[in-house]
């Protein structure tokens, strides 16, 4: 089995896979600057949207991580401590208290919580059960650990014959019963994925020095800004949506908006030292901003896993953990999350 991506997707497709007893490979262009999982700090957050509903398949997400968390011997860091909410005004506050009365073993509502002093909490914080803050790439790392991972000329070609694929390089050739492409924003450019109905929004991310009247360890916590503790002085602070940009580069206008957002959550981080800005693109799927999984065209040996969005960490573990059984079944594949090309829509 050969994977084309070491990001979240390919990785937790790697790790699952393996589990189940297949020989995988996975290659990538080790080109960081296009991995979004490299982007540095993140959360795994089952209630994410501005009303706080659960993502979709959010027990299932939360399980198939755990799952991987303890096979792997790297306990989820953070995982013990829940993700806090600050509500930004009334109506959401009362969203909130909405959702955490219908999904108690989710989260639950709380006017004030006496250790988060430092936030800015008005309205009152959901606390999401369950919630954790990690580092994508050092999760996506630890999914690959054992597995043969190669950088890989960008130039490689894809030949389907019999029952087998080859992929060539300049570097060689592998050969797999399938290819399963787990590129990221690589798929929109890429001459066999560039007809999938997908779409690229770029991201900026900050880390910032923490001041030293904060607590040694920050929960995790989403606002206006999420922020997760990076665990050596410093806050990782994310992030923009910019759905038209004309260079992949941090912007001035991008680390203003993260520092403003970001104090507005801890008012002191106001002027806190920048040390560090990165950019990625998210991949989503216009419509159902859910992942899309499946063979390229029918009955192709060539498969993508893609479009996890803002949702990279509950979606990777949870489509990484279904692989398995979407190869040997496609038809288990969700109808709303199956390839569909642009060209096709109509
Ligand atoms: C600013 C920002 C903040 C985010 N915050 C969070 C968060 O808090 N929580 C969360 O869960 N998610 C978050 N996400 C989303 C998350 O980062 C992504 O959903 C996830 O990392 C995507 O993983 P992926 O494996 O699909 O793609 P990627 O991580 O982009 O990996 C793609 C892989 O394919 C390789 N590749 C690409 N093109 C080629 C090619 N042509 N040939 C060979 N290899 C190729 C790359 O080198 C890389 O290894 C955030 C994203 C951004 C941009």
Redesign the pocket.
């Known amino acids: 089995m050969i994977i084309?991506?070491?990001?979240?997707?390919?990785a937790a497709s790697a790790y699952h896979l393996r589990a189940a007893g297949r020989d995988v490979c996975v290659?990538?262009?080790?080109?960081l600057r296009?991995?979004?999982?490299q982007?540095g700090g993140?959360?795994?957050n089952p209630m994410m949207a501005r009303k706080g509903r659960p993502a979709w398949m959010a027990a299932e997400s939360l399980a198939a991580l755990e799952s991987m968390g303890i096979n792997t011997n790297q306990p989820l860091p953070g995982r013990d401590a829940p993700l806090y909410r600050p509500a930004g005004d009334i109506t959401q506050a009362d969203s909130f208290r909405e959702q955490a009365a219908a999904h108690p073993e989710l989260g639950r509502f709380r006017e004030t919580v006496d250790s988060l002093d430092f936030v800015h909490a008005p309205f009152g914080i959901l606390e999401v059960r369950r919630g954790a803050a990690l580092d994508?790439q050092e999760t996506a790392s630890a999914w690959l650990h054992g597995i043969g991972v190669h950088a890989?000329d960008?130039a490689?070609k894809v030949e389907e014959s019999g029952d087998a694929v080859s992929l060539s390089t300049s570097g060689g050739t592998f050969r797999g019963k399938r290819l399963l492409l787990?590129?990221?924003?690589?798929m929109l450019a890429?001459p066999l994925t560039r007809t999938l109905n997908l779409h690229g929004i770029k991201?900026?991310?900050i880390r910032l020095e923490k001041p030293t009247a904060l607590p040694d360890h920050l929960p995790p916590l989403s606002g206006k800004a999420?922020l997760v503790d990076a665990g050596d002085g410093s806050v990782w602070v994310?992030?923009t949506f910019e759905r038209n940009w004309e260079s992949m580069d941090p912007t001035d206008a991008g680390r203003d908006a993260l520092l403003h957002r970001a104090a507005s959550v801890i008012p002191m981080l106001k002027n806190a030292r920048v040390l560090e800005q990165r950019t990625?693109?998210?991949?989503t799927v216009p419509g159902t901003r859910l992942p899309m999984v499946g063979p390229l065209h029918p009955d192709s040996k060539i498969w993508v896993m893609?479009g996890?969005?803002?949702?990279?960490?509950?979606y990777?573990a949870l489509f990484g953990s279904r692989i398995p059984v979407f190869f040997n079944n496609p038809e288990a594949i969700p109808a709303f999350c199956r390839v569909v090309h642009r060209s096709a829509e109509s």
């Open positions: 084309v991506g070491a990001g979240l997707a390919g290659l990538h262009d080790n080109d296009r991995s979004a999982s982007i993140g959360l795994v994508l890989i960008p490689w787990c590129m990221g924003a690589g890429h991201g900026q991310i999420y994310g992030s990625a693109q998210r991949v893609t996890l969005g803002s949702k990279g960490m509950l990777s």
